[in-house]
């Protein structure tokens, strides 16, 4: 009934900047938390941003100053700005929300499928 859907992965070169959105589709009721993570081969997935119902957001330390996660309510979409890259911050990058849908009366964290953002000259 839902699925979130990310789109703006790629390869860019270290001190380049990239932006991912990810956006909620199907049966969606209202949107609470939503967050990005991401992993990185041989290493835990970690929280790289999250953003609350009215706007509060909190980073990573390793993101502080070049990340800006955002959200458009209107269209269930968020994004992470990401500029000044490097290339520890290659990983693959996942969208997390937690929703309310048709027939829910709670929120379910829902999971994107993931997608690759590359930081390499």
């Known amino acids: 009934q839902v699925q979130l859907v990310e789109s703006g992965g790629g390869l860019v070169q270290p001190g380049g900047s990239l932006r991912l959105s990810c956006a909620a589709s199907?049966?969606?009721?209202?949107?609470?938390?939503m967050a990005w993570y991401r992993q990185a081969p041989g290493k835990q997935r970690e929280l790289v941003a999250g953003?609350?119902?009215?706007?509060?957001?909190n980073y990573a330390d390793s993101v502080k100053g070049r990340f800006t996660i955002s959200r458009d309510n209107a269209k269930n979409t968020v994004y992470l700005q990401m500029n000044s890259l490097k290339t520890e911050d290659t990983a693959v990058y996942y969208c997390?929300?937690?929703?309310?849908?048709?027939?829910?009366?709670?929120?379910?964290?829902?999971w994107g499928q993931g997608t690759q953002v590359t930081v390499s000259s």
């Open positions: 997390n929300a937690d929703i309310v849908s048709r027939g829910t009366s709670y929120f379910a964290r829902y």
């Open positions: 953003i609350t119902l009215v706007g509060t957001t």
């Open positions: 199907g049966s969606v009721i209202s949107i609470n938390n």
